[in-house]
Structure formats: structure tokens, C-alpha cells
Nanobody, 115 residues
Framework: QLQLVESGGGLVQPGGSLRLSCAASGSFFSTYAMNWYRQAPGKQRELVAHINSGSTTLYADSVKGRFTISRDNAKNTVYLQMNSLKPEDTAVYYC?????????WGQGTQVTVSS
């Protein structure tokens, strides 16, 4: 059973930066496409960033130019570098992958952007 464990969330002032990490178990991490989602209170979960096995990336329009997704296959880890954070980025951030039609989620990490 694949496990995903996020870390790196916290409280940051507007304009600040955070780096989220998601560590995956298992031996086939390099073959997985990985996603970061977020869910703000009262809102639906939304896709923030995607990286495939070839490290091609996609971003939501709301984070383009501010967030960067990357992966380190040697460490079975995907990252989300978040710069120029805004209060509207406040949410629980989740790591996700889909393997053979099965969805895998981490437990989430809270990011709060506030002065």
C-alpha cells in the first residue's frame, strides 16, 4: 500500500515562502505522476500543481510564476516551493497520485498566510 506523508506547512506572512515535501513509500516512485492539491475552508479541493515521470509540470493559473513543483526520485520525494504567498493561498495542502485508477492521498499539511 502506497503511503504519502506531507510536511513543511506552517504560518507565514504575506509575501513569504514555504517549501512543502511529500515522501512516498515503495519502489516505483520514479514512474508516478504526482500532484499537489489544496482545500480552503468551505471550498472544493483544487489541483495546484502536477509533475509527471519525465518532470513535465503544470500549474493552476492562480499559482503560476509563484509556485514550483519538483521531484527527487532518489529520495522518493516531491516538493512544492511556494513563493510570494498570499492570504488566499491559505489551505490544507495534499499530495496525491493515481495508480491504476486508485487515488492515494497524504494526510495534508496546513498552510496559513496571515500577518
Amino acid at each position: 500500500q502506497l503511503q504519502l506523508v506531507e510536511s513543511g506547512g506552517g504560518l507565514v506572512q504575506p509575501g513569504g515562502s514555504l517549501r512543502l515535501s511529500c515522501a512516498a513509500s515503495g519502489s516505483f516512485f520514479s514512474t508516478y505522476a504526482m500532484n499537489w492539491y489544496r482545500q480552503a475552508p468551505g471550498k472544493q479541493r483544487e489541483l495546484v500543481a502536477h509533475i509527471n515521470s519525465g518532470s513535465t509540470t503544470l500549474y493552476a493559473d492562480s499559482v503560476k510564476g509563484r509556485f514550483t513543483i519538483s521531484r527527487d526520485n532518489a529520495k522518493n520525494t516531491v516538493y512544492l516551493q511556494m513563493n510570494s504567498l498570499k492570504p488566499e493561498d491559505t489551505a490544507v495542502y495534499y499530495c496525491n497520485t493515481v495508480i491504476s485508477g486508485s487515488y492515494y492521498w497524504g494526510q495534508g499539511t496546513q498552510v496559513t498566510v496571515s500577518s
